[in-house]
């Protein structure tokens, strides 16, 4: 048995995962992760800020030092969304592989797609439709495990970069929650084709949808078992977006089920995943706890074959 970590970099939150690998298969593992921020202020000048660098760098390392405790033989790393778009980008990379001796590969919108949806299907047989909700993009991919991915699109509207764009006060305006709705609303309906509506199966991931199912369950500690395969019926969504966005970051902190790091930034997840939902008609999606992080991996272990 060997034992594979993980690393995402993702534009709000930094994920990392540990695996024990038997016969190429995922047998056991273990998630954590770190609110890093990446993406913070790039919509002002379009580069990670020396915070963000320090920060992530600071994550980076102790992430790598505790692959290294669990007795990980390799650890790879992946940067999403906000790597794709800052104009420092490499010389972040560039720094990480220098101080830390690790590489980082900047995946495309595409790639993104295609390892979430590799990572939320196992184990499903129907055609499904993924949504991927992240920090600074969305990804929609369809397919099944038969066929594979049939059709794909990546979205620059992400939880992160829309609180940026849209929302300056708090609690939220509704005057600023109605813009914020009708750009979704029209990136949607620019973005995709026919073949993305009317889905009989949806699927969510990303940390906007598994918070809200925590939320939902009103977890006071946060159970994977419990996330993975829960439900989220498009009422629920309406239901705790009209009873957040009346709240201030500090009352919001308190929510049971949401991770007081994220509390600044999931209004802006919920309106997007509403705006989905209401724009495909969506009433109900299953919400998988799989995502990128065992798809990179699944797609790393094919390779390997």
Do not use: W
């Amino acid at each position: 048995m060997q034992k594979i970590a993980v690393i995402d970099i993702g534009t709000n939150s930094m994920r990392y995962m540990i695996s024990e690998i038997e016969q190429n298969k995922i047998v056991k593992c273990y998630k954590t992760l770190k609110t890093t921020r990446i993406g913070e202020g790039m919509q002002q000048k379009g580069e990670i800020s020396s915070q963000a660098f320090d920060r992530n760098l600071k994550a980076l390392k102790e992430f790598k030092e505790q692959a290294e405790k669990q007795g990980a033989k390799e650890i790879i790393v992946f940067g999403t969304s906000a790597l794709r778009d800052a104009k420092n980008a490499k010389e972040f990379i560039s720094i990480v592989q220098r101080k830390l001796n690790l590489s980082i590969e900047i995946l495309t919108g595409e790639q993104e797609a295609r390892i979430g949806f590799q990572g939320a299907i196992e184990g499903v047989l129907e055609d499904v439709l993924v949504i991927d909700i992240g920090g600074g993009s969305t990804e929609f991919i369809y397919g099944n495990q038969k066929k594979g991915i049939l059709g794909m699109t990546s979205l620059n509207i992400g939880a992160l970069r829309m609180k940026e764009i849209y929302i300056y006060h708090d609690p939220v305006k509704e005057e600023e929650l109605l813009i914020l709705k009708q750009r979704i609303k029209e990136t949607l309906q620019e973005g995709l084709s026919q073949s993305f509506y009317n889905m009989s199966s949806v699927m969510g991931i990303g940390g906007t949808i598994t918070t809200l199912s925590s939320i939902k369950q009103n977890m006071k500690e946060y159970d994977s078992k419990k996330i993975h395969h829960s439900k989220l019926l498009i009422q629920d969504v309406r239901n705790i977006l009209k009873r957040l966005k009346v709240l201030n970051l500090e009352q919001r902190k308190k929510i049971v089920g949401l991770q007081p790091s994220r509390a600044d930034i999931i209004i802006a997840g919920i309106v997007i995943l509403l705006e989905i939902m209401e724009t495909l008609k969506i009433e109900e999606l299953l919400v998988s706890e799989k995502d990128t992080l065992e798809g990179m991996l699944l797609f790393k272990l094919r390779m390997k074959k």
